[in-house]
């Protein structure tokens, strides 16, 4: 079965630290997608990165950076220097050979200042 | 290039009544997906269609919840006879035509249930 485990419920850090948001998934496919998506607090899910199964290379996009580990099954999201914007519910998920996401329980960030 | 645009933003019914939630795809764009999210809550897939044809259905409640996506409008879903635990935010997503799971799903804004 696939699944999608973000260990973490909730995060709070001061403004200019660095946050690892952690994703674990679950699947049998050798072919798959995973996503991170951003909530903010006005509701609606902002798409951040898309990546494939047989790309393993670590990506950065300014102050966001993520990390894929096919080995240990992971696809962690870390933020450089956090902002108070970037306050949000984060969410990761799956996409493998059925067409539907499966999403993680998803992580709040609070970034104080 | 607009987004996935749904309406209402926020819909408040009685139980018993009908709710209708409408999707309008992004441009270009013939697939579409219904998600509910409940309160606290990750995303739950409910149905996935293209135009006149529904895929999978697998994540829809088999009473009271229908959906569709006609030639011409946008994607429907109607909820009958709701009761309270249908509060929820529907958000639908679309990707373009072509292989669907190779594709990024764009969310709408969604549409926040309450049921009185």
């Known amino acids: 079965a696939q699944k999608v485990t973000q260990a973490q419920t909730e995060i709070s850090v001061v403004e200019k630290e660095d946050v690892t948001l952690d994703c674990v998934y679950e699947?049998?496919?050798?072919?798959?997608?995973l996503f991170w998506y951003k909530q903010p607090p006005s509701g609606e899910l902002v798409f951040l990165i898309r990546?494939?199964?047989?790309?393993?290379q670590n990506e950065i996009s300014g102050r966001y950076s993520w990390n894929f580990q096919k080995s240990t099954s992971s696809f962690n999201f870390t933020i450089t220097a956090s902002q108070v914007v970037d306050s949000a519910v984060y969410f990761c998920a799956l996409r493998d050979n059925t067409d539907k996401l499966i999403f993680g329980t998803g992580t709040r960030l609070q970034v104080f200042p | 290039n607009a987004g996935v645009m749904q309406n209402p933003r926020h819909l408040v019914r009685r139980r018993g009544q009908e709710a209708r939630l409408r999707c309008s795809p992004m441009?270009?764009?013939?697939?579409v997906y219904w998600y509910r999210q409940l309160p606290e809550e990750g995303l739950k897939f409910m149905v996935y269609?293209?135009?006149?044809?529904?895929?999978?259905e697998s994540g829809m409640p088999k009473e009271r919840f229908s959906a569709e996506f006609p030639k011409e409008g946008p994607s429907i879903l109607r909820i009958q006879q709701v009761v309270r635990g249908d509060s929820a935010a529907y958000f639908c997503?679309?990707?373009?035509?072509?292989?669907?799971?190779?594709?990024?799903?764009?969310f709408g804004p969604g549409t926040r249930l309450t049921v009185l």
């Open positions: 269609l293209q135009k006149e044809n529904i895929i999978d």
């Open positions: 441009k270009g764009h013939s697939h």
């Open positions: 699947t049998r496919d050798t072919t798959y997608y």
């Open positions: 997503a679309s990707s373009p035509p072509g292989r669907g799971n190779t594709d990024t799903q764009y």
């Open positions: 990546r494939n199964s047989f790309d393993e």
